[in-house]
């Protein structure tokens, strides 16, 4: 036993120091494959019971949007994304560790044009490459059961809450947890540069958030809006990197998409 809290704290203390895509220090107490592990097990269970949409058009539609931003990530983490689109009139979407990205048929009665929706994938792909589930999970108790070998988000493991919130879903799927405001932002902010350089329009990122403002309280997707950060911070912020991005030279790598549903 003693053995294995030596190895469990040099592990800890060896993946403990990160550094975030924006350069923030990270406590990361979880190894990249059990992360990679838990997110495709729960996106395999939510694939069961949610309704998976089969509408060709649709199904395109959101592969096309997404294809720019996947294509201008760094390279190691632009192969092998799972695009999935839920058929439900929640307006939410969400990306999972493992690469798996779940889009709800509701969110495209929200988002204007291609440009919006290419936002909000944008930001729930930052939310993986910044490792933001790992973070968290980290922070948990799901972090205890990881340590404790128990990394399976499987229904019969008695710490699937707990994994399940690390990951930003709720026990019910479909109820899809906040993350701080520290990585609502950060996120903001690096699917803001995807956007730029996958030749969308960084300007459609504050309209996207505008929508949502507008949105009832009841219809507001807790993932993507939820009190923090405010929506005038979040434009506020996403105003201030655009011009950021442009004083640093962050440009279009591809041509303008022209995705139709
Ligand atoms: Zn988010």
Redesign the pocket.
Known sequence: MKKLAILLAATALLTACAKSPTGRNQLIIVDANAMTKMGAQSFEDMKGKEKVSTDKKLNQYVQCVAKPILQVLPAKWQDNWEIVVFDSEQVNAFALPGRKIGVYTGILNVTENSDQLAAIIG??VG?VIANHGAERVSQSTAANALMAGAAVASKDSPYQGAIMAGLGLGAQYGALLP?SRL??SE?DVLGLKYLIEAGYQADQSMALWQNMAKLSDGKRPM??LSTHPAPQTRINNLAKHIKKYQSQGVVAQMPRPSCKI
Do not use: G, I, P, S
Request: aromatic residues 12%; proline residues 0%; hydrophobic residues 20%.
């Open positions: 930001h729930e939310h993350y990585h609502e996120a993932e993507l």
